[in-house]
């Protein structure tokens, strides 16, 4: 057992304390008294200095052969068992406090992990911002504006807040491409990181691929004011538990659901002159041509995504409302998301999606990111042109058990759960992926020593 030692002094100091109390209550027995609680004390100097094995005492037998020894004669005095039991109730019940305590504890702090960007990347982002400002004449785009209104080309979206992720999103696309200049990617971000963005992109080049980087916030603000969620929100992510009805006794499966925010129903309303993009997240890696993406016939279909059929509308029906929908239909994933902007507008998505989020009791900035669930499925109702599986793999955020063979035949990888590839908690093993697209001789990388 790993870190046995450790485990049995832990067990002996619970004996010790429960008998304890009995013992100092008995006549005669000062000198037993004063040797438990020596040895209890002992017992907790000991463990609050070593957590595991390799930490303890080289004198640790002897303790444990003086513990055992003064427990041996407790349990010899008489005592009333009721009140040793009541005790290691006590302990018992303190045991179990403490150990929810720091579960919760562990639990906080892991999505407070998750969550929050390294220091490290934000004095990256926080350099390359002060130098734009420094550079005046970086100031006007290097890309005529027509060129990102043609429609000819291939468009992508990327909504991102993080520069090193958006890059590596473009360069695994480029490089895999046949065609990489007719590629044109368009990033929406925040006000916070626009500066940073573009100062990151004019300084690079991917391949001659014309890079777009707009402020979502001041394009909402300025160009669609009926909007009024000028926020920028990425893609929402959800831990779904599914219990099975036919099955109770059946565990419980816990899936991940990547789906758009709100920002994403905008699409169509900033880029009026384009039919067709290919939405990608910032945490998906490109491995091959993905020029198919734009010869699929998807009919009177609006939202090319890979179904997962994991969970179905009908079984989460009580995140879903009152409308109506398909029990049987398969939710989808973000990802790799081929739109259709002609049907998107025709089919009035926006509109449906913004009387949609008129039944949402809006709460606080959460309930609103939650409700991106409901929204996103509903809004797509028999509007999902379903992609092959086999194109986007995901799950590397969460998932250890993927085979490295299938992720290296797949299209593009999708690092959807809290394990991003740019923290340090992200899955080792599919580090690998993603740190080839990643630019690395950088100045300013190295002075924020930023090491993903």
Known sequence: MKDSVVKRLKDQLFVARSYYPSIAKLQGQEALTHEMKQNIQDHERVLSASAVDADLPSFINKKIEQMEHTIAKA????????????????????????????MKQSAFLYNLGSQTLPKTHHCFS???????????????DVYPARKFNTPNHRHYVILSKNV????????STVINSKEPANNVFHILTDAQNFYGMKYWFARNSYKKAPIHVVNYEEMVLEKLP?????ELYLSEEFRVLIRSTERPTEQTRIEYLSLFSHSHFFIPEIFKDLKK??????????????????KLDMGDKVNGAVEFCGVRLGQVRNLLGKTKYDPKSCAWMSGVNVINLDKWRKHKVTENYLLLLKQVKKKDEVSLREAAFSLSLLSFQNLVYPLDGRSTLSGLGYDYGIDPEVAQSSAALHYNGNMKPWLELGILDYKIYWRRFLTREDRFMDECNVNP
Do not use: G
């Not at 926080?126 to 006007?140: A, C, G, I």
């Not at 993009?277 to 734009?294: A, E, G, H």
């Open 75 to 102: 349990k010899s005095c008489t005592v009333e068992c009721h009140n040793v039991v009541r005790k290691l109730r006590q302990i018992l019940d303190m045991t179990d406090d403490e150990a929810h305590f720091h």
């Open 126 to 140: 926080m350099r390359l911002t002060l130098e734009y400002f420094k550079s005046p004449s970086l100031d006007s």
């Open 164 to 171: 090193l992720a958006a890059s590596v999103v473009i360069n």
């Open 226 to 230: 009926k909007f009024s969620m000028r």
């Open 277 to 294: 993009v290919v939405v990608l997240d910032d945490d998906v890696v490109v491995q091959r041509d993905l020029s198919f993406l734009w």
